[in-house]
């Protein structure tokens, strides 16, 4: 029993390793370093920024914008690919 356990973790773990991440899109992972990129992009064009996640293969800006509260993405290169009204 205990060759037949470790024959099926050894073929687990190198499954896992392939498991989806957000480097599947072709993104680097949100480093604090692209954190503070964004956060001085979208300051720069007017935005508060709140909070910044990634979400769907795109880095997602929480914002205030004149008394609108938005959700702005952005692509690779930080280009605002689409914003929405925050509910």
Request: hydrophobic share 35%.
């Amino acid at each position: 029993m205990t060759k037949t356990l470790a024959l099926c973790l050894a073929l687990c773990i190198p499954a896992a390793a392939f498991a989806s991440s957000d480097d599947d899109y072709g993104y680097a992972r949100l480093t604090p370093e692209i954190k503070e990129q964004i956060r001085a992009t979208l300051t720069e064009q007017g935005y508060e920024v709140r909070k910044i996640k990634m979400d769907d293969g795109y880095y997602e800006a929480y914002t205030l914008k004149d008394g609108a509260r938005l959700e702005i993405y952005l692509d690779k290169d930080l280009n605002i690919v689409r914003s929405k009204i925050d509910d």
